[in-house]
């Protein structure tokens, strides 16, 4: 062990373990001990390769070292103060955490666990530096070898070369492609899965859409959906009853093929017969918020259709990283053959067109349309929620915001087109003109889906200058690389907090968010306030 102990950097451990201290400060979403520990201890290994790294260059440029003749002295005494601060910072967690899970109504704790966290970094940390120091030497053996044959130099690189991608092409094939078939599998699986009680509705006898083709995701929207006697109970006036359309992942071979049934489904149940359509895009899952899409039947009496179609059923924050064109290709095909039927209608005679997207839903429905393109005949808006980092016009849109404006609660231009809420409200006043095209975003500032960002490894955000979103720890601090680990770590957990934070929002933005979008004909305050109670114990499910 001493001799394991002696082959260390000295400049690579207290690197390693500033890194290791500035992984504890808080993030975007509070985090679980094992969650932190594996952070913890990626964030040690990366700090120590890069100490590590920096003195090698350093030495290969002959400068002079700074500690000279000093160096081991110094090194224990940079150790034995970033111990000391390591261990102030695992203290101080419970105060980080908490300020988190204040901000967002979670249970306050007592304890970060901090035996568990180190426990946890510091097997991670020595398996990741047990495998690069594996092929370092890989590296070396591969090296000499060649050297027999070729210069040093040129062995070098040939032989660093060859390792390299023996490694990338093993960890792609063995790891990664290993790991995504088995996502993939389970995922269909839960995806078959039909729920206690979700029958075969009786109408789908004569529908173009085979019942077996639709997702689990997809059965439940048909099916739990409001009628026409639960609105009419609701809001004490007659009501129509909804048409909902749902393309099962399994129907069609191709995005337009899946589109092109789903339009005729639509045309068949009268869909175009209704004063509001609303074209979705589900999530990676194939999932339809209910608090996001039930209240808009409410709003209207019914009178309104609903179209969509599955493109997936892996969860949004994988999807993104297999194939973030996927929600795009499918909503754009799908916006494509409602849309041109759509404008083959009368103007008098046709319903109003809105689009609607959750998540990976968001950036594929933005993406669906270009805004150019329908000057000559535009829809009436488009609502949507929880755009991810990657919605390349959501990302415009607020880097091109008013400058007074911060990048969580943004305002655009005069505001009569594009609209930000956040769980505050509008960053405008109600009294604000609105245009014939109003497009809102729902967003939080304390959702990783929306703010992470490969720039957060050596950039401080906008979202973290001196105003800051109310869901926002005031602890949270910019570090180079760190911050983009730590918020990278929030990504796939951005669900599991509670509503209203994070990546899950409250039926009551979403129904302040329809009416500003929608303007229905006859509603009041009051009816605001009875669906809002309606849906408060609305629970989210997982995206």
């Known amino acids: 062990m001493s001799k394991i102990l002696r082959t260390l950097s000295g400049t690579g451990m207290p690197v390693g373990l500033l890194f290791f201290c500035a992984?504890?400060?808080p993030s975007l979403l509070p985090r679980l001990p094992i969650v932190q520990g594996i952070q913890s201890g990626l964030l040690f290994a990366i700090g120590y390769g890069l100490g590590h790294f920096g003195l090698s260059v350093w030495r290969f440029m002959e400068l002079t070292e700074l500690w000279g003749n000093a160096r081991r002295n110094t090194s224990v005494m940079l150790l034995l103060a970033i111990g000391t601060l390591a261990g102030f910072t695992l203290q101080r967690m419970v105060v980080w955490q908490n300020s988190i899970r204040e901000l967002m109504e979670m249970p306050l704790i007592e304890s970060a666990y901090p035996f568990t966290i180190v426990a946890v970094a510091v097997v991670t940390a020595v398996v990741l530096l047990a495998v690069v120091r594996g092929l370092i030497w890989l590296g070396q053996r591969v090296i000499l070898q060649i050297n027999?044959?070729?210069?040093r130099r040129i062995s070098i690189v040939l032989g660093t070369f060859l390792v390299a991608v023996v490694v990338i092409v093993m960890t792609n094939d063995l790891v990664v492609k290993s790991a995504l078939r088995a996502m993939d599998d389970m995922f269909a699986t839960l995806d078959r899965v039909v729920d206690d009680g979700v029958l075969e509705p009786p109408e789908f006898a004569s529908s173009l859409i085979r019942w077996d083709d639709i997702g689990r995701n997809g059965k439940l929207f048909l099916t739990n959906g409001p009628n026409r006697a639960e609105i009419a109970?609701?809001?004490?006036?007659?009501?129509?009853?909804?048409?909902?359309?749902?393309?099962?992942?399994?129907?069609?071979?191709?995005f337009e093929n899946r589109a092109a049934i789903a339009l005729q489904d639509l045309i068949r149940k009268g869909?175009?017969?209704?004063?509001?359509?609303?074209?979705?895009t589900v999530t990676g899952t194939g999932w339809l918020d209910p608090a996001g899409i039930e209240p808009v039947a409410y709003l209207h009496g019914g009178d309104l259709s609903i179209v969509t179609m599955q493109y997936s059923y892996l969860p949004s924050w994988l999807t993104l990283i297999v194939d973030p064109n996927r929600s795009r290709r499918a909503a754009k095909a799908l916006f494509n053959a409602v849309y041109s039927h759509w404008t083959k209608l009368p103007k008098d005679q046709r319903p109003r067109l809105y689009l609607f997207g959750l998540s990976l839903g968001a950036l594929g429905s933005e993406a669906s349309s270009d805004l150019l393109d329908l000057l000559a005949d535009p829809i009436q808006g488009a609502f949507w929620v929880g755009p991810p980092f990657a919605s390349t016009a959501w990302t415009s849109l607020t880097a091109n915001r008013q400058p007074s404006s911060p990048q969580w609660w943004p305002e655009y231009g005069d505001s009569s087109v594009v609209r930000f809420m956040t769980q505050n409200g509008f960053s405008v006043p109600d009294d604000r003109r609105w245009g014939p095209l109003r497009i809102v975003y729902l967003q939080h500032g304390s959702d990783p889906m929306s703010f992470f960002s490969p720039k957060l490894a050596f950039q401080s955000p906008d979202w973290l200058g001196q105003s800051r979103a109310s869901d926002l720890s005031p602890y949270f601090q910019?570090?180079?690389v760190v911050s983009f680990v730590n918020v990278g770590f929030d990504v796939p957990m951005a669900t599991t907090v509670p509503q209203g934070f994070g990546h899950t929002f409250?039926?009551?933005?979403?129904?302040?968010g329809w009416i500003a979008v929608t303007r229905p004909d006859v509603w009041s305050n009051e009816d605001t306030e009875r669906l809002k109670t309606h849906f408060k114990d609305y629970e989210a499910s997982p995206i």
């Open 23 to 25: 992984s504890l400060a």
């Open 148 to 151: 027999r044959l070729l210069p």
């Open 233 to 254: 109970e609701l809001t004490g006036r007659d009501a129509k009853e909804p048409v909902r359309v749902y393309a099962g992942y399994n129907t069609g071979e191709t």
């Open 271 to 280: 869909g175009f017969e209704r004063s509001v359509l609303i074209v979705a």
């Open 478 to 480: 910019w570090f180079p």
């Open 506 to 512: 409250t039926p009551a933005k979403y129904i302040d």
